[in-house]
C-alpha cells in the first residue's frame, strides 16, 4: 500500500461530505435537501473509492476501485442538477418519466464502464504509472470514444443546472442573491478543476475532482448553516405571493401592471394575459380612484368602495408602497387591498347601535324628569289644598273634616314618598343618581331628622334614644340630604315594626377616616332567611299587625345603594324576638373640620 | 308703588300657582302669578319685586332662562328667588353656579304649605330690611 500525505486532504472531504449528508438528511422535509444529501453522498463515494484505489499497487485492485468508484462520478452530477432544479422551484420536473430518460446515458456509461476492459470504449487502456509530481502509482486511463460521450452528457446537465440557478439569481430578491451566488461559486469549482484533469492542463496525474465537488459541497453546506438554504427556499417566495388572500398588484415605474396575485384577479375577474403591461389606470381605474400623484411618498392608504361587476359594492383598505433595489431608485410600486365590507358593516351596524342606545339613555332621562314633574306636581296640589283646608284657609271646618283632611294628606304623603323612591330606583338603574357633596353641620341635620322622628315614636309610646358622639366632626363632607334620607328610611322603619321598647340612633366615629349611623330596635326581628333578601328591591317583610302600611320594599334597597356610591357599607344584624340593628359604615371625607 | 311685599309667581299649573298665592298672600304679600316665562320676564324687566317664586320646569321658556336673565340684571340680581323643582338634579347643575346661586333657595315638589310660608317670610323679611 501507497503512503503519502496526499491523503489528507480526501480523508478530510471524506469526513466533511459524509457530515453535510447526514445533516441535509436531517432537512429532509425541504425538497432540495434530499438531492444535496444524495449529491453529498455521491461524492463521498467518488472521494473514498479513488483514495482506495490511489494507495494500491495493485492495477487489478485500482481497475476494480475505479470502476466502483464511477457510481460516484455518475451520480455527483445527476443529484446537482436535480438539486439545482428543487432550489429554484423545478422540484416538479422530477419524476420517474423524466428520471428514466435521464439515466439512460449514466446507465450506459456504467455498463460501459464496468466492460471497459473488453471493449476499451470508455478508457483506451488500462495500466500504472507513476506521477512525477506526487511519485504515486497511478491508473493510467488515456479516454474512449464513450468517456467523451458521458463528458457531454455530464457538462450538458450541469450547465442546465446552472441554467437555472444563473436565473434564480437575476430573478431574486436581494435577500436570496447571495444564496444563489454561493450556490454558482460552489460549482464553478469542479467545473475548473475538472477541465484542468480531462484536458491535461495540470501537470499532476492526480484527479482532484472529487475534491474540489467536496469543496463544493461545503460551501454550499455553509451556505446553509449560515442563510438557511434548506430553511426556506426561493421557490417559497412565489408560494407565499400566490397563497395572499388580499389583492397583490405590483406596477413598474411607469405604472403598468408588472404582476398580480391570484386574488387580484379572481377579485376584480380579470385574465392575467390581458392586464400584464397595461397602464394600472387602464385596468383598474374604473374602480379604484388612485392618481398618479398618489404614488409619490413612502405610502399611500384611503378606504375605498369599490363597485365590482356582477358583485354589490365592497369597500377595501388600499395601500400603495414604493419599492426600491437601490436606495433613491425606484423599481416599482406595491398595491395592496384588504377587503373590509364586513368591518364596515359591523361598525355601521354598531353606529346603529350606539346611536339607539344615546337615544334610548337620552330618551330615559327625558322620561325620569317628565315623570318626576307630572306625578309631583298634583300631588303638591293635593296636599297643598289639603293644608290649607285643614287650616281653615277656605273657612272653618268641621273635627269630622279635619280628620278626612289629615287622611288624605296622609295618603299624599306615602304618594308622594313612592314617587320619590321610585325615581331614585330609576336614577341608580340608569346611574344617573349623583351625589350632591357639600359641607354640613352633622349635629343640625341629623339633630333635626331626630327632632322630627321623635315625634313619630312617642305616637308609638317607644322610648327614643339618639346620639351624636362628641367625637364626630363639626363639619362634614358629603350628601347631606342623602344621609337624612337613609337615617329616616332605617329610623322610621325601626319605629314602624316596634310594638314596644325603644329605638336608639347613634351616629358615631369608628376611627380617623370612618364614622358609623346605627339604628337598633326592640322588634320582633328578622328571619334568617328574610336577612339574605332583606337589602333585595320590592322586598317586604311580614307583620304580625296587619292594618300596618307594609311598604313597597325600595327603601332599604335605594339606602345601601347610595350607601355604596358613598363607598360605605350597610349590615343588618338582627335574631327573632330580639330587635334589629342596621350599621352603616362610611367614610370621613378629609376635609371635615374636627372640633377642638 | 306696592304698599305690600310684591311676590311674583311664575308657575304654569293654575292650582299650584293659587295654593302658592294663598299661602303668600296669608304673609300679607301681594303676589302676581304668571303661568308663562315669558310674560313673567317681560314684567321682570321693570319690576323689583321682594321675592320671585320660580317653577324651574315652564313650558316653552324654561326657569333657568329666567333665573339667568334675573341674575344679569343688575335691578335684581339680588332678589331671593325660591326655586320649585321636582327634579333635584336639575336644581344641583343650578347650584354647580356661583353665580345662578346666589340668593337662591331650593323647594322639591310637592312643596309643602308650612315650609313655603316660613321660607317665604324670612326673606320678604330680609328683602324689606
Redesign the interface.
Known amino acids: 500500500m501507497q503512503s503519502t500525505f496526499y491523503v489528507f486532504p480526501w480523508i478530510i472531504s471524506i469526513t466533511l461530505t459524509l457530515a453535510m449528508g447526514f445533516y441535509a438528511l436531517r432537512r429532509r422535509k425541504n425538497i432540495a435537501a434530499i438531492p444535496f444529501a444524495a449529491m453529498c453522498f455521491f461524492a463521498t463515494w467518488w472521494s473514498v473509492f479513488y483514495l482506495t484505489g490511489v494507495l494500491s499497487y495493485d492495477l487489478a485492485f485500482k481497475i476494480l476501485t475505479a470502476k466502483i468508484m464511477y457510481i460516484g462520478v455518475l451520480g455527483v452530477p445527476l443529484s446537482w442538477t436535480a438539486f439545482a432544479l428543487a432550489f429554484s422551484g423545478r422540484g416538479d420536473w422530477i419524476n420517474k418519466r423524466t428520471a428514466s430518460l435521464v439515466l439512460i446515458v449514466p446507465v450506459i456509461t456504467y455498463i460501459i464502464v464496468c466492460t471497459t476492459d473488453i471493449h476499451h470504449l470508455h478508457w483506451a487502456q488500462l495500466s500504472l504509472v507513476t506521477d512525477e509530481v506526487t511519485g504515486l502509482v497511478l491508473l493510467d486511463a488515456p479516454a474512449g470514444w464513450w468517456f467523451w460521450v458521458h463528458a457531454l452528457y455530464t457538462y450538458s446537465i450541469l450547465l442546465f443546472g446552472t441554467f437555472f440557478l444563473i436565473r434564480q439569481f437575476l430573478e431574486a430578491q436581494n435577500i436570496y442573491r447571495w444564496q444563489i451566488f454561493i450556490s454558482i461559486i460552489a460549482i464553478l469549482a469542479p467545473w475548473i478543476s475538472n477541465a484542468l484533469v480531462v484536458f491535461s492542463l495540470i501537470t499532476t496525474r492526480l484527479d482532484i475532482t472529487s475534491l474540489t465537488f467536496s469543496f463544493s459541497i461545503l460551501v454550499l453546506g455553509w451556505g446553509y448553516f449560515r442563510y438557511g438554504f434548506l430553511d426556506l427556499v426561493p421557490v417559497a417566495q412565489r408560494a407565499v405571493f400566490d397563497s395572499i388572500p388580499d389583492v397583490v398588484i405590483v406596477l413598474d415605474p411607469d405604472l403598468r401592471i408588472a404582476e398580480l396575485n391570484p386574488a387580484s384577479l379572481r377579485t376584480f375577474e380579470l385574465g392575467s394575459a390581458l392586464v400584464m403591461g397595461q397602464p394600472f389606470k387602464l385596468v383598474f381605474g374604473q374602480w379604484l380612484p388612485v392618481e398618479e400623484m398618489n404614488f409619490a411618498g413612502d405610502g399611500f392608504y384611503k378606504q375605498v368602495l369599490v363597485a365590482i361587476n356582477l358583485n354589490p359594492a365592497r369597500w377595501f383598505d388600499v395601500f400603495i408602497n414604493t419599492l426600491h433595489d437601490q436606495p433613491n431608485h425606484i423599481a416599482g410600486y406595491l398595491i395592496t387591498m384588504r377587503d373590509i365590507t364586513s368591518y364596515k358593516e359591523n361598525e355601521a351596524a354598531l353606529g346603529i347601535a350606539r346611536d339607539d342606545a344615546v337615544r334610548a339613555n337620552s330618551f330615559k332621562t327625558q322620561l325620569l324628569a317628565n315623570v318626576s314633574h307630572e306625578l309631583r306636581t298634583p300631588l303638591g296640589v293635593i296636599s297643598g289644598y289639603t293644608e290649607l283646608m285643614a287650616r281653615g284657609s277656605y273657612g272653618q271646618i268641621t273635627e269630622k273634616q279635619s280628620s278626612i283632611l289629615a287622611r288624605v294628606k296622609e295618603s299624599a304623603q306615602y304618594l308622594d314618598s313612592l314617587v320619590a323612591e321610585l325615581i331614585d330606583q330609576a336614577q341608580l338603574d340608569s346611574g344617573k343618581l349623583q351625589l350632591a357633596v357639600a359641607s354640613f353641620e352633622p349635629r343640625e341635620v341629623f339633630g333635626q331628622v331626630f327632632g322630627q322622628l321623635t315625634v313619630l315614636a312617642e305616637a308609638k309610646n317607644l322610648d327614643f334614644q339618639s346620639e351624636i358622639s362628641t367625637d364626630i366632626p363639626i363639619v362634614m363632607t358629603a350628601d347631606s340630604q342623602r344621609l337624612k334620607q337613609i337615617l329616616v328610611n332605617l329610623i322610621s322603619n325601626a319605629i314602624k315594626f316596634t310594638e314596644h321598647g325603644k329605638v336608639e340612633a347613634k351616629i358615631l366615629r369608628l376611627s380617623d377616616s370612618q364614622w358609623v349611623m346605627q339604628v337598633s330596635d326592640s322588634g320582633p326581628g328578622i328571619a334568617p332567611d328574610a336577612l339574605e333578601t332583606i337589602f333585595e328591591p320590592f322586598r317586604q317583610l311580614e307583620h304580625a299587625v296587619k292594618n300596618i302600611r307594609k311598604g313597597y320594599g325600595l327603601g332599604l334597597s335605594i339606602s345601601k345603594q347610595i350607601v355604596e356610591l358613598m363607598n360605605g357599607t350597610i349590615e343588618v344584624k338582627s335574631q327573632v324576638g330580639q330587635g334589629s340593628t342596621f350599621t352603616i359604615t362610611l367614610q370621613l371625607e378629609t376635609d371635615s373640620v374636627d372640633g377642638t | 308703588m306696592h304698599s305690600k311685599p310684591l311676590v311674583v309667581v311664575v308657575e304654569d299649573?293654575e292650582?299650584?300657582a293659587d295654593?302658592y298665592s294663598?299661602?303668600l298672600k296669608?304673609i300679607d304679600a301681594e303676589v302676581i302669578v304668571f303661568n308663562d316665562g315669558e310674560t313673567a320676564l317681560m314684567y321682570l324687566a321693570s319690576a323689583s319685586p321682594a321675592l320671585i317664586v320660580l317653577d324651574l320646569?315652564l313650558p316653552k321658556y324654561p326657569g333657568s332662562k329666567i333665573l339667568t336673565f334675573v341674575r344679569d340684571n343688575p335691578k335684581l340680581r339680588d332678589t331671593w328667588v325660591i326655586i320649585t323643582s321636582?327634579?333635584?338634579?336639575?336644581v344641583?347643575d343650578l347650584?354647580r353656579s356661583a353665580h345662578l346661586s346666589h340668593n337662591l333657595l331650593t323647594l322639591i315638589?310637592?312643596?309643602?304649605?308650612?315650609q313655603l310660608e316660613q321660607l317665604a317670610r324670612r326673606l320678604i323679611s330680609k328683602a324689606t330690611d
Not at chain 2, 86 to 90: N, R, S, V
Not at chain 2, 109 to 114: C, G, I, L, R, W
Open positions: 299649573d292650582y299650584l295654593i294663598d299661602i296669608g320646569n321636582a327634579d333635584t338634579g336639575q344641583a347650584n315638589k310637592p312643596v309643602s304649605v308650612d
